[in-house]
């Protein structure tokens, strides 16, 4: 096909570059990586305090998350916990702790505040005069602890302060429950309920039980479903979440009230027995499902009294204990699973964008092994919203877009990056979550519709439901009580795939057992199935059409395509995850099952396509009858569903679609979960690409580098730095079946060292230096035969 020399011009411009040669065995196999880059070059260093909450640093670890700063003296941190949902599904905190400290070493000149990244800790020192103190805090990454060591130059006494904006019933209203279930639809007086605490012993006891009732009766009512309410799973009912505060040398000494930023609290202190060198604070957080608020007690302490590595009762915790041996040993073989360096002048543009890679994939890490994925819109690390927006005088409990609510559209993008991360095992709380919410899902698609299947909607409960306000409380008499009754949400129920599909990549991956999984991959692809044979017969006579396919209508490209025909998301969706449930072996999957998911597979519609000025480009869907938001699933079977980009077939049409198609151009930007980085990357338009990154991993503008947002959601926006560290993954690798293509949207001229993993079990660390690969390691060896350098 001819090309004017303007064209020509214009795509090059983009970095359109399709060239790779094979790596011979002439490249450096067993050459020593000497790269002098560490983890530890990226910890952030603060050399005075923090003004507020906003100022503040993570620091966590199996499920625990908590923001840490010192202001005016004093050392302050919030603690998070995966899954701590209240009656309204608010993620509540657990509260704030206060350090104080006399004579005081913090209100001197001399301060350093350094996340050690290496092993998972904060190191806060400060000096004044001929006194020092430096105070360590870190989660433990095995067991649900929290610990607090201090050590002094000189004997001082200390002061650990509990502190609760909840030791009253608070009334919730306005935007103030977007941080809920309710969202903007509260129906009646909303209330978070107060918590219970108390000295006890040398103790504090602190905990929030959930009533009798919450947010999941209102939905199962409205939603007409109470007549198999007690078939539905409930994650609410019964839950009771807190912990013990203690140290060795430590008494209580009574309570205070005050007022942090514009949310007042109360304080429960213990303070040291006597002025001494070093003490030694731990939180035992518990949280459980439990009849009576006894056996959740009961529980705490035998959790208190089972945890290993850690002297306790008096004695003088130490980090060097076993368990700060082991949880560091498990930060230093996270930071060895997969790493991307680039060797350029700190703080310039292209060092933040490596250094906040790092820094966001440890606050993924801080929540490896919680019962309930890491939240898009903040994570485990939310502070006081008046740090975010002047306007909100909310608790800080708040973050946008609610607490127990998946937004999958969103939630997806937190979690791609970790196959290539190398981090499979922190996915499954993601999986789980869909998992734990199947037996829901299926009810009500049988309940509704009576047939098989699983519907699992966007905006959706932990206990999959679709959430009450989105589902809508006025809605027209007689509209299908399956649906939401919701202009951005209806008939949209394909972000589900996504996360088959990352199920099925982690066998392909690491070789994870998914047969646990293979019933959830099912039900989602039955329920396209079921349901839209379901639709045509309410329709007319015929269930497929002339040639024998699905009609996927109606259906939903994203929130923006609506009502649409055979949407190109959902076809691109279908097909690939058919496609790869069909290459799990015998073993996996008996013959009928393939012979039922062969037929369906031949049953779904082909993509879509239209024309821009001559240039043929992807279409939405085949057509549809309103555009409602900003995202572009045009580009989906560009990411995530893999069928067009480098070394793929079609890779014009797909590379016309990101520069012709003028909705596709017009809602191009690198905030929040915009994913056109990603689109750019994977069609290897590399000057793009490096534009678009550059943008969305620079510094976030706060004072900690990956706290981005709130973009469309909320600070720090998690699906912001997931999907940044997707494009990044995408532009040093990508692949196409066995073939691992190497820096195919790298820029020449970045010089970098990284570590990603590939499929079938494979370990990619590559050195780039001046535009040539110097070292190039493949595990196994048997791999290399694969690779292609795309700058060769």
Not at 216 to 222: E, S, W
Request: charged share 20%; proline share 4%.
């Amino acid at each position: 096909m001819r090309i004017s020399v303007w064209i020509l011009f214009f795509l090059l411009s983009f970095g359109l570059t399709a060239r790779g040669q094979k790596v011979g065995s002439s490249a450096k196999a067993t050459a020593q990586v000497t790269d002098k880059q560490t983890i530890s070059d990226y910890n952030p260093v603060w050399t005075s305090q923090s003004s507020n909450s906003a100022e503040s640093m993570p620091c966590g670890g199996g499920d625990i998350g908590l923001n840490v700063w010192v202001e005016k003296g004093e050392l302050l941190f919030y603690i998070a916990r995966s899954g701590t949902f209240d009656e309204n599904n608010a993620l509540l905190k657990l509260g704030r702790v206060r350090v104080s400290l006399s004579p005081n070493p913090f209100e001197g000149k001399t301060f350093r505040q350094e996340l050690i990244l290496k092993d998972g800790y904060i190191s806060i020192k400060g000096a004044k005069g001929d006194l020092s103190a430096e105070i360590r805090i870190w989660a433990d990454v095995f067991q649900p602890v929290i610990q607090v060591e201090l050590q002094s130059s000189k004997a001082i006494n200390a002061t650990f302060a509990y502190e609760n904006w909840r030791s009253s019933d608070l009334a919730i209203s306005g935007k103030e429950n977007n941080s809920n279930s309710w969202k903007w639809a509260p129906q009646g007086e909303v209330k978070t309920f107060r918590d219970e605490i108390s000295f006890e012993g040398n103790s504090i006891l602190f905990y929030h039980r959930n009533k009798e009732t919450t947010v999941f009766d209102a939905t199962v009512k409205q939603q007409g479903l109470e007549s198999i309410k007690d078939s539905l799973d409930n994650p609410l009912k019964n839950l009771t979440f807190g912990g013990l505060m203690q140290g060795s040398g430590l008494m209580p000494s009574g309570t205070y009230d005050g007022k942090y930023l514009n949310t007042g609290y109360r304080g429960w202190a213990l303070k040291s027995v006597r002025a001494a060198k070093s003490f030694a604070m731990q939180i035992v957080l518990h949280t459980a499902q439990t009849a009576r608020v006894k056996a959740w007690r009961d529980q705490l302490d035998s959790a208190e009294k089972s945890l290993t590595g850690i002297p306790v009762k008096g004695r003088r915790l130490s980090f060097s204990s076993n368990a700060a041996a082991k949880s560091s040993r498990w930060w230093n073989d996270y930071w060895n699973r997969s790493y991307i360096f680039i060797d350029a002048k700190p703080n310039s543009p292209e060092w933040q964008i490596a250094r906040n890679y790092q820094l966001f994939r440890y606050m993924l890490g801080c929540n490896a092994y919680g019962k309930l994925p890491t939240k898009f819109n903040g994570g485990l690390f939310t502070y006081d919203p008046l740090g975010v927006d002047s306007s909100y005088h909310f608790t800080p409990d708040f973050r946008n877009w609610g607490g127990g609510t998946h937004t999958a559209q969103n939630q997806r993008l937190v979690y791609w990056p970790m196959l290539k991360s190398g981090d499979t095992d922190i996915m499954k709380a993601q999986f789980d979550f869909y998992l734990n919410t199947l037996n829901n899902a299926r009810r009500r698609t049988r309940f509704y519709w009576k047939h098989e299947g699983a519907a699992f909607t966007e905006q959706m409960e932990n206990f999959g439901l679709p959430n009450p306000a989105e589902y809508g409380w006025k809605r027209p008499e007689g509209y299908d009580k399956g649906m939401e009754y919701n202009a951005w949400l209806e008939y949209e129920w394909d972000t589900a795939l996504e996360f088959c599909m990352m199920i099925l990549e982690t066998q392909r991956y690491a070789n994870k057992d998914i047969a646990a999984y293979l019933p959830l991959i099912e039900n989602c692809l039955g329920f396209f199935d079921a349901h839209y044979q379901y639709l045509a017969r309410q329709r007319g006579s015929k269930f497929l059409d002339a040639d024998g396919h699905l009609v996927l209508y109606p259906g939903s490209g994203a929130e923006t395509y609506k009502m649409a025909y055979n949407a190109s998301s959902t076809v691109a969706g279908l097909k690939t995850v058919l496609t790869q449930l069909l290459e799990l072996p015998d073993s996996a999957m008996n013959g009928e099952k393939k012979k039922r998911w062969s037929a369906m597979l031949r049953s779904i519609p082909p993509l879509a396509f239209r024309d821009f000025a001559g240039h043929a480009t992807i279409a939405p869907a085949v057509h549809w009858e309103r555009v409602n938001n900003t995202e572009s699933p045009q580009l989906y079977p560009v990411f995530p569903w893999g069928i067009y980009g480098v070394g793929k077939p079609g890779l014009d049409t797909a590379r016309n679609t990101y520069l012709y198609d003028t909705d596709a151009v017009k809602f191009r930007s690198h905030i929040g979960w915009k994913q056109d980085n990603i689109f750019a990357a994977r069609l290897g338009l590399t000057q793009e690409a490096k534009r678009l990154i550059l943008l969305k991993m620079k510094d976030s503008g706060r004072r900690f580098p990956s706290f981005w947002g709130p973009g469309f959601d909320w600070v720090p926006d998690h699906n912001w730095g997931g999907s940044g560290m997707i494009g990044m993954q995408e532009m040093l690798m990508q692949t196409e079946g066995r073939k691992i293509m190497l820096f195919p949207a790298w820029p020449k001229e970045w010089d970098t060292h990284f570590k990603l993993r590939a499929p079938y079990q494979t370990t990619i660390e590559a050195v780039l230096r001046n535009g040539k690969l110097e070292v190039l390691k493949v595990i196994p060896e048997s791999r290399r035969k694969d690779v292609v350098n795309f700058l060769q």
